[in-house]
């Protein structure tokens, strides 16, 4: 039997291990999470990291859910992946084991990150020379993935004790502040999610003149979208995750000065956006990973109690992932009574990842649609990378009147200009430009250096004189598009 020290000593170890099981785990450069509750451990993938110096850590994986559409019933077809995170400072290797069988092929998604995985019996070994989110992608299993997350080790940590500050240790928590689902957060707050934190309703700046959302922690609402920003100024959201959101994962309305820095989503409900805004001003959008069950990032106008014009919109520097819709969308929702316009959209950098969407009226990679007497202009699209994505359009740019979500017609689209587009596929439909009418047209589109699986686009390519350079995407563009022009680098 057990003398009465050694129990002693047993009990507090367990203690000690118990308490420290949410906290990371340190190696100077490399700092590991496990969430003791709240997340389902995924088995698919062991994952080890290292370091030239310094031991073997072993990063927990979890459990997440992504959909495509059942398209007999209109209901979703779920998929089970996985999703593993933590922060490095420096180079790490990584061997990730894959537990369900032989691997015949393993790539790391995005392709531009040029990481090039060795295959050994069942691992697959790559480094990560600074932290990025990609996708570990085996036997071309679009859904038995690992989503990997690493960010740079935090050096801002808020103090748990700063009156400031909303703090969310580890474990589940929806705030002891929730009404209904929502825990609004006052003006001048900063929400932090530690490591290992699980918060399970919606956070809310309604009103609000500043305010962050930030940390390494988890949103898995229960039964809502995850962030909600309406009538604010000066809001950040920085980091975290949100998981499982039944419906948006971040809808910001009637807003100034929002920023979307680093933040994942991963949904498989019906209407599952990632971040959607409506009438909006100075948008940055930046450093996402968005893998979602509708549009990936929606930008629109009028709709609900929201009203305005939107205009000074950036995305940029991000790897979208649309299971359904589009990974980008632009347009639909408007006001026809006191119609809209939105002027100045910024799109550069990005890595479409997928776009998988039957729908003929809901297809586009980036889809430029004015419904609702919408006038969208001055949109500039710079080094977009699209991956052979799985059914859609590369574009469709569409003055568009949608009897389902419309009450009018857009009014038109001006001045686009695409500059270092590359397409790299064989599963795309023809990309549609369709104006209205000769009033509500689509005017002024330039694309430079536009290249589909390795041809360049350009109006003085060879090629037959009755045929169209648009042909060559292929693109279909009808008579009420003026002014769509195909040129080389400039």
């Keep these: 039997m057990l003398n009465i020290m050694t129990l002693r000593v047993l009990l507090a170890t367990l203690f000690i291990l118990q308490c420290a099981s949410a906290l990371p785990a340190m190696n100077n450069s490399i700092k590991t999470y496990s969430f003791a509750e709240g997340l389902d451990r995924a088995h698919s993938y062991g994952i080890q990291v290292k370091q030239s110096t310094g031991g073997v850590y072993t990063v927990d994986s979890y459990s997440a859910i992504v959909s495509e559409v059942n398209t007999t019933s209109g209901k979703g077809i779920e998929h089970n992946t996985s999703f593993a995170l933590f922060d490095f400072e420096g180079s790490v290797d990584l061997v990730v084991t894959y537990n369900n069988g032989p691997i015949k092929s393993a790539v790391i998604r995005p392709y531009s990150y040029g990481i090039k995985p060795t295959v050994k019996g069942n691992t697959v070994s790559f480094t990560l020379n600074r932290p990025r989110n990609i996708v570990v992608q085996v036997n071309d299993d679009i859904f038995d993935t690992l989503q990997l997350f690493t960010n740079a ?205 039957p729908q003929m009226w809901y297809q586009g990679c980036i889809a430029i649609n004015p419904g609702d007497s919408n006038l969208i202009q001055n949109v500039h699209i710079e080094d977009v990378r699209v991956e052979d994505f799985r059914l859609g359009q590369l574009l469709n740019f569409r003055v568009m009147y949608n009897s389902k979500y419309n009450t009018s017609p857009g009014r038109g689209i001006r001045n686009v200009y695409v500059k270092d587009l590359v397409y790299n596929g064989s599963h795309a439909n023809p990309s549609l430009f369709l104006g209205y009418d000769k009033d509500r047209n689509i005017s002024n589109v330039t694309f430079v250096n536009l290249q589909v699986n390795g041809k360049l686009i350009d109006d003085n390519m060879a090629k037959p004189s009755w045929y169209y350079t648009a042909d060559f995407v292929p693109m279909f563009a009808n008579e009420y598009v003026e002014g769509l022009n195909f040129t080389g680098k400039q």
Excluded at 180 to 205: D, E, M, Q, W
Excluded at 254 to 262: A, D, L, P
Excluded at 333 to 347: A, Q, R, S, Y
Aim: with cysteine; glycine share 12%; charged share 15%.
């Design 153 to 357: 080790i935090e050096t801002d940590t808020p103090s748990q004790g700063d009156l400031n500050v909303v703090y969310f240790g580890p474990g589940i928590d929806n705030g002891l502040s929730s009404k209904n689902g929502t825990l609004v957060i006052p003006s001048g707050k900063t929400v932090y999610l530690a490591p290992g934190a699980v918060v399970t309703s919606r956070l809310a700046f309604q009103n609000a003149t500043s305010g962050s959302i930030q940390g390494r922690g988890v949103i898995n609402p229960r039964s809502s979208g995850g962030i909600l920003i309406e009538w604010s100024s000066n809001i950040l959201v920085k980091d975290i995750l949100i998981l499982g959101a039944k419906g948006f994962s971040v809808t910001t309305g009637t807003s100034k000065n929002i920023t979307m820095s680093g933040i994942r989503s991963m949904s498989s409900t019906g209407n599952g956006d990632g971040i959607d805004f409506f009438c909006s001003e100075d948008v940055l959008i930046d450093g996402v990973f968005l893998r979602n069950s509708d549009d990936n990032i929606a930008l629109y106008q009028h709709r609900w109690n929201y009203y305005g014009n939107s205009k000074n919109i950036t995305v940029q520097n991000s790897s979208l992932w649309a299971d359904w819709a589009h990974p980008i969308n632009i347009g639909t929702h408007g006001n026809t009574d006191k119609p809209e316009t939105m002027d100045g959209v910024t799109i550069r950098n990005i890595d479409i990842l997928d776009h998988r969407e």
